[in-house]
């Protein structure tokens, strides 16, 4: 496997051309295939997925080269090839190294990701608070559309830079405020790279629950701070983790957990319109890009990915079918965290997990904060509140 970049064959080392001209069949994409319009071997364009291509090299007895554009081990098709077949890769420049070659500026300190052939959806948090984003695009999510989404969150911090044709004869390199580059048409062979210019909101681990929108005038549906924190530890969050926030509400939860599961997903539902309304408002507050569902579970449940942590903060009934979904999607070693108020609702839960083959642990939090009165201070408790974690040992078959 060969990189090549937008210029073409001159972007070529003599000994690589000469490799090309050898071989008997000429791999690659039609942009790169068209570099070589006198090649007299087999070409065979890269179209659709790579499972027919897979099949079609493992029998393959004949010289094969196959064209990548720039770096194929960067979000490239290098690494799943040569996962699949017996392949020796020789690199060209990545769009990203010339990139920052166009800016004079170092690149090992940045942050690299790609919606290239991807969604955009999550995007907030993870380059939330980074100093220098380096980001692959395509035609639909182009620099105009990741502008706009941006702008969406509030991270008017960055500035872009937009490398269009890099290598080529078209190249075109130039800055731009997200406000510029959502009005601006590209090229559609660009990269994008975004540099933090000012001061970015930051929030730690135990946001004030003032914080957030609420419910008003009816303030307090919300998991508390303190509560919110212990319950965001039993969750046991990874990096990567795939959370589902059950009765989501304000959605503190789900916003805590994407700033921990930055690299994951974030799911949430909730019945009630205005909450709901309140949450879209917190996440785009918090830089939080979740997907947010109308409804009351069980219902939609379904249409989430398996989760590594579910949080259920409250239930309007059907405890049990929730619970039936949740421990047979559950991840091996995840994690169910339940919140309850009453006894009754403790019981009940208790017996569910049970029922279900879950192990259990139990942490009553009964929480007080100070309160000024006159000159003095005194403590005013907030409800009781019992944190049930349930997990599955590994091995052990689900519900």
Sequence with gaps: MIGIGDEGKVSLLPMYEMWIDKSEVLIGGKRQLSFFPEYSGEKIVIENGLSSLVERLQSETRNVVILASGDPLFYGLGSYLSSKIDLDIYPYLSSVQLAFARMKERWQDAYFTSVHG????????????????????????????????????????????????????????????????????????????????????????????????????????????????????????KEDSIVWDIGTCTGSVAIEAAKIAREGQIFAIEKNEGDLENCKQNLAKFRVDATILHGKAPEGLGTFPDPDAVFIGGTAGGMGDILDICCSRLKDGGRIVLNAVTIENLAEAMTAFKERGLHTNITLAQISRSKPILNLTRFDGLNPIYIIEAWRQEGESGC
């Design 118 to 237: 991807r969604s955009i959806k999550g995007l907030a948090q993870r380059i939330d608070g980074k100093e220098k984003i380096a980001i692959l695009t395509d035609t639909e999510n182009s620099p105009n559309k990741i502008a706009q989404y941006l702008l969406s969150f509030g991270m008017i911090e960055f500035q872009a830079f937009v490398g269009e044709n890099l290598g080529s004869e078209q190249e075109r390199c130039r800055w731009f405020s997200l406000e510029e580059m959502c009005d601006t048409q590209f090229s559609p062979l660009n990269v994008v790279i975004l540099k933090k210019t000012g001061e970015n909101p930051r929030w730690s681990i135990g946001i004030d629950d003032e914080e957030f929108f609420q419910r008003k005038p009816d303030k307090g549906l919300i998991t508390k701070k303190e509560i919110r924190t212990l319950s965001i530890s039993a969750l046991r969050l």
